[in-house]
Every structure is written in structure tokens, then in C-alpha cells.
T-cell receptor
Framework: GDSVTQMEGPVTLSEEAFLTINCTYT??????LFWYVQYPGEGLQLLLK?????DKGSNKGFEATYRKETTSFHLEKGSVQVSDSAVYFC????????????FGTGTSLTVIP | ETGVTQSPTHLIKTRGQQVTLRCSSQ?????VSWYQQALGQGPQFIFQ???????GRGNFPPRFSGLQFPNYSSELNVNALELDDSALYLC????????????????FGPGTRLTVL
């Protein structure tokens, strides 16, 4: 079945460092791909999405490109800030009905000044 | 425009009991999905409702059931609670249709923390 495999954390970076969080997926159809973020004490928020191959989602300096050939959707940011400290979840929308969301296990990011 | 709200915030039950969790969708949203998030894990899809009918179900036993009402609010019911049911239960709403295939974004509520003793 459809699934998402996400880089395990926790990840600790210094402010202004480059961030990559790896995400690969398995899907029988043509899923849409998402990154969600969960800040401390808050609910899940959509960070960015891509609905077809080669699409690039971007938001708040974060980017991810839908790579069908490598079944990947890695999250990147060129210069992280302390305020980016959160848990990041990769997800796909697919499954038998095309409406099911499958999430990765989450990657905790801590950015230190 | 109000966001997705869930009640209660926290709940403690004992094994074998039944629980009902509630979700109020964002205004104008006709689709609601429920997820179970165990500690340190990602959310696991339980089921989705579109215009009061189930529109997809994850790998959860029948003792997990749901309802969606005409105003698009929703309930998650869990019977015969087990210790492993302890988790954060998330509700997410979207303006999607059953054939949208990812064009619609889901907005998540803050969740209900269920503890089963």
C-alpha cells in the first residue's frame, strides 16, 4: 500500500545553516505530496504541497520538489532560523480512494542561536 | 471565519469504556477526516466523511466509527477502549469533493488527547 518514509531525527542545526529533511514515498497511483509542520503546543499546519511530478512547492523559504523518478519529496531551506524549530511531517494523499493521507513519522528540528 | 475546533481537549477513560470525540469543521468545509497520532509518531488515517457518508477508511477495526452531521460537524466513536488507543486524535476539514484528488488542503484542529488506563 501507499506509504511515506521520512528521515529520522532529531535534527539540531545552528541558525543560518542549510536544512534538508529527506522523504521518500511508495504509491500505486499519482499522489499529491505535502509537508506539514507542528510548532510546539500547536496543531498541524500545511507548509507546502505539490500535486504532480516536477512541481516545486515553496513557502516561508522552504522548498520541496516532487521527484517521480526517485519517489522523493525532500524538504530544504537555505538558512534556518530559531523560529523554524518544530516537527516536520511529510505526507501523501492517495490510497484506494485517492482521498487518504499517509504521514511519515515526523522529524524534530531544533535551531540554536 | 472560525477554524477547526475539537472537544474535549483531554479525556481519561478506562479499558472497555466507550468514548465520543467531537469536531467542528471550518466554515464552508464539507469533508472531514480523522487521524490517530500516537506519541512520537505521525498521524494515522482513520476515516474520511464527505457530505455525511464515509469516503475512505484506514486500517482501523470496526470499533472505530464516525458520523458527520448536516452542518458538517463530526464525531469519532471508539468502543471497547484498549490501552493502545491512548493517543492524540486529530480532525481535519477541507472544502474538497470526493473526486478532488489532492487539490484541496486539509486544515487540522488542535486534537483531543485520549488516555486509556
Amino acid at each position: 500500500g501507499d506509504s511515506v518514509t521520512q528521515m529520522e531525527g532529531p535534527v539540531t542545526l545552528s541558525e543560518e545553516a542549510f536544512l534538508t529533511i529527506n522523504c521518500t514515498y511508495t504509491a500505486t497511483g499519482y499522489p499529491s505530496l505535502f509537508w506539514y509542520v507542528q510548532y510546539p503546543g500547536e496543531g498541524l499546519q500545511l507548509l507546502l504541497k505539490a500535486t504532480k511530478a516536477d512541481d516545486k512547492g515553496s513557502n516561508k523559504g522552504f522548498e520541496a520538489t516532487y521527484r517521480k523518478e526517485t519517489t522523493s519529496f525532500h524538504l530544504e531551506k537555505g538558512s534556518v532560523q530559531v523560529s523554524d524549530s518544530a516537527v516536520y511531517f511529510c505526507a501523501l494523499r492517495g490510497g484506494p480512494t485517492g482521498n487518504q493521507f499517509y504521514f511519515g513519522t515526523g522529524t524534530s528540528l531544533t535551531v540554536i542561536p | 471565519e472560525t477554524g477547526v475546533t475539537q472537544s474535549p481537549t483531554h479525556l481519561i477513560k478506562t479499558r472497555g469504556q466507550q468514548v465520543t470525540l467531537r469536531c467542528s469543521s471550518q466554515s464552508g468545509h464539507n469533508t472531514v477526516s480523522w487521524y490517530q497520532q500516537a506519541l512520537g509518531q505521525g498521524p494515522q488515517f482513520i476515516f474520511q466523511y464527505y457530505r455525511e457518508e464515509e469516503n475512505g477508511r484506514g486500517n482501523f477495526p470496526p470499533r472505530f466509527s464516525g458520523l458527520q452531521f448536516p452542518n458538517y460537524s463530526s464525531e469519532l466513536n471508539v468502543n471497547a477502549l484498549e490501552l493502545d488507543d491512548s493517543a492524540l486524535y486529530l480532525c481535519a476539514s477541507s472544502p474538497g469533493t470526493s473526486g478532488s484528488r489532492g487539490r484541496h488542503i486539509q486544515f487540522f484542529g488542535p486534537g483531543t488527547r485520549l488516555t486509556v488506563l
